[in-house]
């Protein structure tokens, strides 16, 4: 897959961080303003998104690309399973028990193990989308014409 | 609100109906664009951020596939006439809407006004929510703490997504 011109790839520069920035944020104060996982993941994988089709990139690269976001992706849904677990084991004995302190309502601390829930679900979220978008371009490219 | 909202309504009606007729499949997406965006207004006008932004989010996304799509493979739609099938589903389409509208029209009397409905799950769910889970964001309170098997279901659901898409995609075979 080839990039595009060179203003595209000026503009994606200066943009991709601050959207990558933005949806970092998104994820973490998700239990404390509007938005969360879902939300703050949908939108790292659009600037993940956005560079992929700015930059272009050889037929290999995407592959390896695609074969670690594979893993990230596993590893975020099993743990955020394993979060859940863990709820049953420590404190009473009920799953997706919020074992850690609560802490003050307001202060970017605080919640026990919803922030956790936010990062693993946002990681799950955007490794997804990430894939299906770059499975769209390898698999085109590897089909016979 | 009720009146923007309707007009809203109406509008997305409108490109939708336009989506599914135009000969140009780059405007029919886009006309997809309408529905959605105007959902995302109906969000912001019933109090429901959280939702709002995951609409406005998961709509840019699918339009830039969708964008990449059409151009990738063909612009024109292919029409076909109209045969004996083709009229069957026609006239079987009225008829279900014609039965709805009637249905609608019943069950409209006694339903309460948009918004003001008193729902028991709702009103224990938001009294004291916010000491009970800790967390500000009574959404992520719900959906992570009272609901977290629902939670824990869609992300198995993204992955069982991906998966497919990662089987049934693929035309050569992996070594």
Not at chain 1, 106 to 111: D, K, P, T, Y
């Amino acid at each position: 897959m080839k990039g595009m011109t060179i203003i595209v790839k000026k503009t994606t520069q200066l943009i991709a961080g601050m959207i990558f920035m933005y949806g970092i944020y998104v994820i973490i104060h998700g239990h404390l303003t509007p938005g969360g996982g879902f939300a703050g993941g949908v939108i790292v994988a659009g600037s993940l998104i956005l560079v992929t089709l700015a930059y272009g990139g050889n037929f290999l690269n995407l592959i390896k690309e695609e074969a670690g976001t594979t893993i990230v992706e596993s590893l975020a849904t099993m743990m955020v399973i394993m979060i859940a677990t863990a709820g049953f084991i420590f404190g009473t004995h009920v799953f997706f028990n919020n074992f850690l302190p609560k802490g003050i309502v307001g202060q970017l601390i605080s919640a026990g193990v919803l922030p956790l829930y936010n990062i693993f679900i946002g990681t799950e979220v955007a490794a997804s989308i990430f894939i299906i978008f770059l499975s769209l371009i390898i698999f085109k490219e590897e089909s016979p014409q | 609100m009720e009146l923007a909202i309707s007009i809203i309504t109406g509008l997305m009606i409108i490109g939708a109906l336009y989506a599914i007729h135009a000969k140009d499949l780059l405007s029919s997406v886009i006309a997809c664009g309408i529905v959605g965006y105007s959902l995302v207004i109906c969000f912001l006008l019933l109090k429901a951020p959280d939702l709002a932004i995951v609409q406005i989010v998961v709509d840019t996304i699918t339009l830039i596939i969708m964008v990449a799509v059409v151009l990738d493979s063909s612009r024109e739609e292919k029409y076909s006439r109209l045969d004996t099938w083709g009229y069957v589903s026609a006239a079987t389409g009225v008829l279900l809407i014609g039965i709805l509208l009637w249905v609608f029209i019943n069950s409209i009397q006694t339903l309460d006004v948009l918004g003001k409905s008193t729902l028991r799950m709702a009103g224990s769910y938001i009294e004291g929510a916010a000491q009970r889970t800790g967390s500000a964001n009574l959404v992520t309170g719900v959906v992570f703490d009272f609901r977290g098997y629902d939670t824990m279901g869609e992300a198995v659901v993204l992955v069982t997504a991906v998966l497919g898409v990662l089987t049934i995609l693929r035309l050569k075979g992996k070594k």
